[in-house]
């Protein structure tokens, strides 16, 4: 019988980094190596309907045993990781976390952080500070998986319908693109696509993307004046015309931001790459509308038609959906409390692929993975979070 940690260090070591700029699905070949690899480990334990369909996502069906009669749960999580830095990871393991610096094989050094006082003693798994370590969301990934083995075994407690799924390209926003919310079959679900061990979300952003391109006249520099418009300084200057107040690094809590993630150009052409999030929708509306404000605004300085912005809307914030099915949040609080863990209920500040499933109708709030610094070098998760959460998804399963 394979574990959770055993689990994750295997799943992790493939590269499974989604990549924006590609929109076949998956964006990228590594993620369906990953699918295989479950569907297989599925099928052996006896999930024999287990399969991966044309576009990489997984789906497998445990059938009720005792409990005919109870709710068909889904548990979902996604495949890929982020590609803020590299994805080919090799994960380093500590034993015993003595309390005091982590210093990384590439001379990365982990410290300062809050939780790590309460971490002294656990098992952490890390980076070698070359690559994300990819908990976001190989753990839940792991921990579902396990969940299955033991709900296949002959002595599991009895339960209903258990449906699972594994997601592709979650973290450039296409996780649910293509989820098959019907065959899928759950009555509702959980994502485990979160952090700290007990957290239990049901409010995210409302999401959108904008990009902006700035059209420039280059002239020779020796011969420019009051003829070239350089069109990365005009990009420069649309960044500098939004409050920066409202970047990410100055907010928290339920406070929304637009967020640079990519910028390009030269004289003749530039581009700027937007999120905008908000948990409000009604200031969602005004973010996007600022953008198209700043547009028009250089516009009359610069001439119509230098600077363009494409508005796209991604995801929508769950909770008004979630919030109708409040059974499925106590669900949720129980079966933490019945291992031990104090629910931690907060507004993500993010996204996951459960917020456009509950539109889909599947309502989706997200569970905790035990996992810390997500995105980073200096992510790590202790193995005694992921073998709790993967208790409290067997609690979470079976029927009351």
Not at 16 to 37: D, H, I, R
Not at 87 to 95: E, L, R, S, Y
Not at 303 to 332: C, F, W
Not at 351 to 357: E, K, S
Request: proline letters at 5%; one cysteine or more.
């Amino acid at each position: 019988m394979s574990n959770v940690k055993e689990r994750f260090l295997r799943y992790v070591q493939v590269e499974t980094t989604s990549c924006e700029a590609n929109e076949c699905c998956p964006s990228t070949p590594g993620q369906k190596v990953l699918g295989e690899m479950l569907v297989s480990e599925m099928q052996a334990m006896g999930m024999k309907d287990a399969f991966m369909d044309e576009h990489g996502y997984v789906y497998g069906w445990i059938p009720a045993k005792g409990a005919e009669g109870a709710p068909a749960i889904g548990l979902i999580a996604h495949m890929d990781t982020s590609d803020a830095v590299p994805g080919k990871t090799v994960p380093q393991v500590i034993p015993s976390y003595d309390g005091g610096v982590i210093r990384l094989k590439n001379g990365v050094e982990i410290s300062g952080f809050s939780f790590l006082p309460g971490l002294k003693g656990q098992e952490l798994i890390v980076t070698s500070g070359d690559s994300v370590l990819g908990a976001d969301d190989k753990a839940g990934v792991a921990e579902i998986m396990t969940l299955c083995e033991r709900m296949t075994a002959p002595d599991a407690p009895n339960h209903g319908k258990i449906c699972v799924a594994f997601t592709p390209d979650e973290e450039i926003g296409r996780g649910a693109d293509l989820f098959d919310v019907k065959g899928f079959g759950a009555d509702f679900g959980y994502t485990v696509d979160g952090g700290a061990l007990g957290e239990l979300e049901y409010e995210c952003f409302n999401a959108a993307s904008c990009i902006v391109r700035v059209k420039g006249v280059n002239i020779h520099p020796g011969s420019a004046k009051n003829q070239m418009i350089n069109a990365s300084l005009v990009a420069m200057e649309f960044a500098g015309m939004l409050p920066p107040w409202e970047r990410p690094e100055h907010t928290e809590k339920y406070e929304g931001f637009y967020h640079l993630t990519g910028m390009s150009g030269n004289e003749e052409a530039a581009e700027l790459r937007y999120i905008l999030r908000d948990h409000d929708l009604g200031k969602l509306e005004e973010k996007k509308a600022m953008m198209t404000t700043v547009c028009e605004t250089l516009n009359k300085c610069y001439g119509e038609g230098t600077v363009a912005v494409e508005l796209k809307d991604s995801y929508r914030n769950m909770k008004e959906i979630v919030e109708q099915h409040p059974e499925i949040l106590e669900r949720a609080k129980k079966a933490f409390e019945e291992n031990g863990v104090e629910p931690i209920i907060k507004p993500i500040r993010g996204g996951t692929d459960g917020a456009q499933l509950s539109y889909k109708g599947l309502p989706c709030p997200n569970l905790s993975t035990g996992g810390y610094n997500f995105h980073g070098r200096k992510e790590l998760i202790p193995v005694e979070a992921m073998e709790r959460m993967t208790d409290v998804l067997v609690a979470l399963v079976s029927a009351k």
